[in-house]
Antibody, heavy 119, light 108 residues
Framework: QVQLQESGPGLVKPSDTLSLTCDVF?????????WVWIRQPPGKGLEWIGY???????YYNPSLKSRVTMSVDTSKSQFSLNLSSVTAVDTAVYYC????????????WGQGTLVTVSS | QSALTQPASVSASPGQSITISCAGT????????VSWYQQHPGKAPKLMIY???NRPSGVSNRFSGSKSGNTASLTISGLQAEDEADYYC?????????FGGGTKLTVL
């Protein structure tokens, strides 16, 4: 069964780029899965950021599309999120997750990592 | 796209049943791609229901899902203390996902 673990800086300055990585354990990152990012501002609801296939195909939330870049490193079995020009509203717990091809839900989630945007 | 509409909170006593609604439109809930997630404080969401009414392996049969028109519902029967959590509905409309605002369930 796949396990996911997020990592990255817990504090990012306004206007900088937020960069996170998710390590994939227990399943090949090149299997038939889409690798997902979802975030949750403190005390608020969930927001889908987007997902990426190991081949590099991506789908992003239209509201974030201009600032989001996702990538996959198959040699390290990890995928990444870059969010540029961050402001305080980007402060959130960021989760990575997994979606099977053809699935309409997210069966496996990482534990989440809090990223605070502040000077 | 606007978030799906859920009640902010519901409460009931142990042993009772509750239903949480999730209202959307024909372009999101209207498809049978509704899922529900349970989230305890400080924890990641956990999938409880997918494709309106299907339970993943290991999820108690006290949890059930349904849909009528553009409103989906999650019902929890025989409430237990451990059910106290936030619940989020979600609609998958290829290729994006929309979440509800979340409902806090309090077990009195």
């Amino acid at each position: 069964q796949v396990q996911l673990q997020e990592s990255g800086p817990g504090l990012v300055k306004p206007s900088d780029t937020l960069s996170l990585t998710c390590d994939v354990f227990g399943n090949s990152i090149t299997s038939s899965n889409w690798w997902v990012w979802i975030r949750q501002p403190p005390g608020k609801g969930l927001e889908w950021i987007g997902y990426i296939y190991y081949s590099g195909s991506t789908y992003y939330n239209p509201s974030l599309k201009s600032r989001v870049t996702m990538s996959v490193d198959t040699s390290k079995s990890q995928f990444s999120l870059n969010l540029s020009s961050v402001t305080a509203v980007d402060t959130a717990v960021y989760y990575c997750a997994q979606k099977g091809t053809g699935d309409t839900y997210y069966a496996t989630w990482g534990q989440g990592t809090l990223v605070t945007v502040s000077s | 796209q606007s978030a799906l509409t859920q009640p902010a909170s519901v409460s009931a006593s142990p042993g009772q049943s509750i239903t949480i609604s999730c209202a959307g439109t024909s372009t999101d809930i209207g498809y049978n791609h509704v899922s529900w997630y349970q989230q305890h404080p400080g924890k990641a969401p956990k999938l409880m229901i997918y494709d309106v009414s299907n339970r993943p392996s290991g999820v108690s049969n006290r949890f059930s899902g349904s849909k009528s028109g553009n409103t989906a519902s999650l019902t929890i029967s025989g409430l237990q203390a451990e059910d106290e959590a936030d619940y989020y509905c979600s609609s998958y409309t290829t290729p994006s996902t929309l979440f509800g605002g979340g409902t806090k369930l309090t077990v009195l």
